[in-house]
């Protein structure tokens, strides 16, 4: 089966770094997203993956591991707004988009 | 100027009900989806239409159904609502050309079966 493992709950400090773990076993890779929900709105998007390495936009980084089917949101300067569920999805060799549970992030002063 | 939008944005009903929900995108978008969240936050894809046409029909009761009567528009209606259906219904839009195929998600439709 397909399946999506990121931790459920993370706690973190204002200012400080948090990397956000997620491992995936799918039929196929077409590629990594990294989503942020906030409580009672939408999903956004934040980044895509789909060679291997980092990509970094601002204060967030992306890291993928094709043969570790592994990656991690990593990020920096952490702020209160930060506060928020961040969802790991993959595209699988259909294109269909599979998505993990989420991981709820609660930042603290 | 929203990109996608739903309507409406609450829902409460009685069990056995007919409902429908609205989604529209003005972002020129050729694929539409629909998603299920319940209450663990699990996404769940329900449907997706490409050019009018389903693509992706996962197993989900066929009092679920699927309207589009255009590129912009993906309505879901539901038949004798159930308990079970209490859940969040978020429209999403991408763009078939290029690599990357970005979701854009609606605000999301709360529905409560009473």
């Known amino acids: 089966g397909q399946n999506i493992d990121q931790p459920t709950e993370m706690t973190a400090t204002e200012g400080a770094i948090v990397q956000i773990n997620c491992t995936y076993q799918?039929?196929?890779?077409?590629?990594l997203f990294w989503y942020q929900q906030h409580a009672g709105e939408a999903p956004t998007f934040l980044s895509y993956?789909?060679l291997d390495g980092l990509e970094e936009k601002g204060r967030f980084s992306s890291f993928l591991s094709r043969s570790k089917g592994y990656s991690y949101l990593l990020l920096k300067e952490l702020q209160m707004k930060d506060s928020a569920s961040y969802l790991c999805?993959?595209?699988?060799?259909?294109?269909?988009?599979?998505w993990g549970a989420g991981t709820k992030l609660i930042i603290k002063p | 100027d929203t990109a996608v939008s739903q309507t409406p944005k609450y829902l409460v009903t009685q069990m056995g009900n007919d409902k429908s929900i609205k989604c529209e995108q003005n972002?020129?978008?050729?694929?539409m989806y629909w998603y299920k969240q319940d209450s663990k936050k699990f996404l769940k894809i329900m449907f997706s239409?490409?050019?009018?046409?389903?693509?992706i029909n996962e197993t989900v009761p066929n009092r679920f159904s699927p309207k589009s009567p255009d590129k912009a528009h993906l309505n879901l209606h539901i038949n004798s609502l159930e308990l079970g259906d209490s859940a969040v219904y978020f429209c999403?839009?991408?763009?078939?050309?290029?690599?990357?195929?970005?979701?854009?998600f609606g605000p999301g439709t709360r529905l409560l079966v009473l």
């Open positions: 993956n789909v």
């Open positions: 239409y490409n050019n009018k046409e389903l693509i």
């Open positions: 999805a993959v595209w699988d060799s259909n294109y269909q988009l599979i």
């Open positions: 799918t039929s196929g890779f077409n590629g």
């Open positions: 999403a839009s991408s763009q078939d050309r290029g690599e990357v195929k970005t979701q854009y």
């Open positions: 972002l020129g978008h050729d694929t």
